[in-house]
């Protein structure tokens, strides 16, 4: 079985944390959840969900200002973390180490460990200080995974684009799905032939 922390923490697309945690929660991965306090607000402004709703999606879920917990010790194993979205302040706190809280020591036990660790970024534009940050993560061994969706293959509702980003994390950690229609799948083929476009 897999075990995976889920962080939400302040940017804006709470909904792609919370589909995320809806797509394990019908898997056997078993989830570990922290939310900041002001992702706890966004959760709050920007959809209907209740903070308890989010919460039972998780197999665990602990206070953002628990720094003694499971996720923050090395030896507790995981298979990785995803932070979803991921806000410059988290970001940046990340980069530099700065353990203010147990969704940035989590973070920062997964890189130390050398587990699997994909920030969803959500800022635009970006100044040359956010992308350094982003460059520092990378050489750390981070993956930076912005929600930006494809549109190879149609999407037809805001659902459509989430599903995509969410599909393309879970393919970083092998978790199968059939969230979005791939390239080089027969129903992209059939469309491109429609088209007139060759693949």
């Known amino acids: 079985m897999k075990r995976l922390i889920v962080g939400i923490s302040g940017a804006t697309g709470a909904i792609y944390g919370i589909r995320l945690l809806e797509v394990l929660s019908k898997s056997n991965v078993e989830t570990h959840l922290v939310i900041t306090e002001a992702g706890e607000k966004n959760i709050r402004m920007e959809t209907d969900w209740k903070i308890e709703q989010v919460n039972s999606l998780a197999k665990v879920v602990y206070d953002i200002k628990d720094v003694g917990a499971d996720i923050a010790s090395g030896s507790f194993h995981t298979d990785g973390m995803v932070v979803i979205p991921c806000s410059i302040k988290s970001l940046s706190a990340i980069?530099?180490?700065?353990?203010?809280?147990?969704?940035?020591?989590?973070?920062?036990?997964?890189?130390?460990?050398?587990?699997?660790?994909?920030?969803?970024?959500?800022?635009?534009?970006?100044?040359?200080?956010?992308?350094?940050?982003?460059?520092?993560?990378?050489?750390?061994?981070?993956?930076?995974?912005?929600?930006?969706?494809?549109?190879?293959?149609?999407?037809?509702?805001?659902?459509?684009?989430?599903?995509?980003?969410?599909?393309?994390?879970?393919?970083?950690?092998?978790?199968?799905?059939?969230?979005?229609?791939?390239?080089?799948?027969a129903k992209i083929k059939k469309a491109l032939r429609k088209k007139g476009l060759n693949h």
């Open 95 to 185: 980069a530099n180490s700065f353990n203010v809280n147990l969704l940035i020591r989590a973070a920062d036990v997964t890189m130390k460990e050398r587990r699997k660790l994909v920030l969803a970024v959500r800022e635009t534009p970006l100044h040359k200080g956010h992308l350094n940050l982003m460059m520092n993560l990378a050489d750390s061994g981070a993956i930076i995974l912005p929600p930006i969706p494809a549109f190879y293959f149609h999407p037809r509702t805001m659902d459509d684009l989430i599903n995509h980003t969410i599909g393309k994390i879970l393919d970083l950690f092998h978790i199968e799905h059939d969230l979005f229609d791939r390239w080089g799948s």
